[in-house]
């Protein structure tokens, strides 16, 4: 099982993606139970990817909104650090 771990800038993002997004809270929940368990799990849809900010890996929410993360493998953790749509989480415009 994986360790995930919130930062105080990803709390903050969620809050308000979560007060935006209200519809999507429970699939939000049930990503993150599904990432502790398996973050392999191919619903979640991992795949790394690297913008000019960040390099790391995405996981889907649903089909408009992703997660992104950092592993730290050798601790069986996982850091979440970014919450939103594509162009949130993919630099894109």
Do not use: A, C, W
């Not at 191919?42 to 995405?58: A, D, I, V």
């Amino acid at each position: 099982m994986y360790k995930l771990l919130f930062t105080d800038s990803y709390e903050e993002k969620v809050k308000k993606f979560l007060k935006k997004h209200p519809e999507i809270e429970k699939q939000y929940i049930k990503t993150l139970q599904l990432l502790e368990l398996n973050p392999f799990h191919p619903s979640l849809r991992l795949h790394h990817f690297k913008t000019s900010n960040f390099e790391g890996y995405s996981v889907s929410i649903n089909l408009s909104y992703r997660i992104s993360l950092e592993f730290l493998v050798s601790e069986q953790e996982i850091l979440l650090v970014n919450i939103g749509d594509h162009q949130d989480i993919y630099n894109k415009k």
